[in-house]
């Protein structure tokens, strides 16, 4: 009996789930009250609803091209992306995410597979989807911070809004001057038709089910161990003195030490405290609204290094491989951060 040429990944898997099993015993011994209910509620739960996000996004994507929507899809941004030079496929990916990142990143990665993209036009798409990443989260925030700070709230996103606008013209931009579009991603779109008419004879659940498996356990053998580290790390205490040992260093004579706290709390996964702080500080009278904005900036640009790898690089190395994925979080996120320290500094000369 001929071995299956799947075999591998699920042996990968298997290697994978050793060695977080491993690396989390390890840590029950390093780590004091690490137990049972700890390590369900703060690791295995999320974990889990992690993965379940991640096979929602994927089938979502193998839907959409299961079904031959790239092209419709690809219509809704049609103009920008026909600037940027980075053809429809990309387009339809940029419209996915707004309602699933991990599906516009699966899908960007299958289309890089299948030659149908360039590495360049992955890379500048992949970018310009932090735009619908930042309104797919701008709803749940919006409404917390607003009663929170007020204006110096509604300030602190426009000038976010303003750098993730800056940030992806320059990359259309340089798509348009940078990149080439694929042979068959013209107007007429045929190699997409063509491949949407064949997929017509074979069912979705076909489909579907041939490729999620492999995919679901190609993402699981990274995604497992980093989680688990980075989970191992932060119960030790690692995260919380990376963020006082950062903040001390961001406090400059325009954020007085007063918004220190601020900046402290902003490191949090989610800013409600560093908000609500803001907020009682402003309240107060201790910070200006013009020293909580730039309080709050500094806080949202420091808080990447944590951020990034409790909650961004399991699924970035998850879905495009540990280079891939650590390449694309780097560069997006310093682009971003630079698009950011590019307006907090306008801001505070013209403020």
């Given at each position: 009996m001929r071995p299956s040429k799947a075999e591998p990944k699920y042996i990968r898997l298997a290697v994978s789930g050793v060695i977080s099993v491993a690396i989390l015993i390890c840590g029950t011994l390093w780590v004091d009250n690490l137990g049972i209910h700890r390590i369900t509620t703060k690791l295995l739960w999320p974990l889990t609803r992690l993965m379940f996000f991640?096979?929602?996004?994927?089938?979502i994507g193998q839907t959409i091209e299961a079904l031959g929507w790239t092209k419709k899809l690809a219509k809704?941004?049609?103009?920008m992306f026909r600037f940027s030079k980075l053809g429809q496929r990309c387009g339809a990916a940029f419209v996915t995410a707004f309602l699933s990142g991990v599906a516009a990143n699966a899908m960007l990665l299958d289309f890089y597979k299948d030659e149908k993209i360039t590495r360049k036009q992955l890379f500048l798409s992949n970018f310009v989807n932090q735009m619908p990443a930042y309104f797919l989260h701008l709803p749940t925030t919006f409404f917390i911070v607003i009663p929170l700070t007020g204006w110096a709230g509604a300030l602190y996103f426009l000038l976010t809004f303003s750098a993730m606008v800056v940030r992806t013209i320059i990359f259309l931009v340089y798509g348009h001057f940078q990149t080439r579009m694929q042979p068959d991603d013209d107007g007429h779109h045929k190699g997409l038709k063509q491949s949407s008419q064949e997929k017509k004879s074979r069912s979705l659940y076909k489909i579907i089910s041939?490729?999620?498996?492999?995919?679901?356990?190609?993402?699981?053998?990274?995604?497992?161990?980093?989680?688990?580290?980075?989970?191992?790390?932060?119960?030790?205490?690692?995260?919380?003195a990376a963020r006082k040992w950062l903040a001390v260093y961001v406090v400059t004579s325009f954020?007085?030490?007063?918004?220190?706290?601020?900046?402290?709390?902003?490191?949090?996964?989610?800013?409600?405290?560093?908000?609500?702080?803001?907020?009682?500080?402003l309240d107060a009278g201790v910070l200006t609204t013009k020293q909580t904005v730039l309080a709050l900036l500094i806080g949202n640009i420091v808080a990447f290094p944590v951020r990034a790898l409790r909650h961004q690089l399991p699924r970035y190395i998850g879905i495009f491989a540990p280079k891939m994925g650590t390449q694309l979080l780097l560069m997006g996120q310093g682009f971003r951060i630079m698009s950011l320290v590019f307006v907090g500094y306008v801001y505070y000369l013209v403020g």
């Open positions: 991640i096979t929602v996004g994927l089938i809704l941004a049609g103009p041939k490729k999620l498996p492999g995919r679901i356990s190609g993402i699981a053998v990274y995604v497992l161990p980093i989680y688990v580290v980075v989970y191992v790390l932060n119960a030790m205490g690692m995260f919380e954020v007085p030490m007063e918004s220190l706290s601020v900046v402290i709390l902003s490191f949090a996964a989610e800013f409600t405290s560093g908000f609500a702080a803001a907020g009682a500080l």
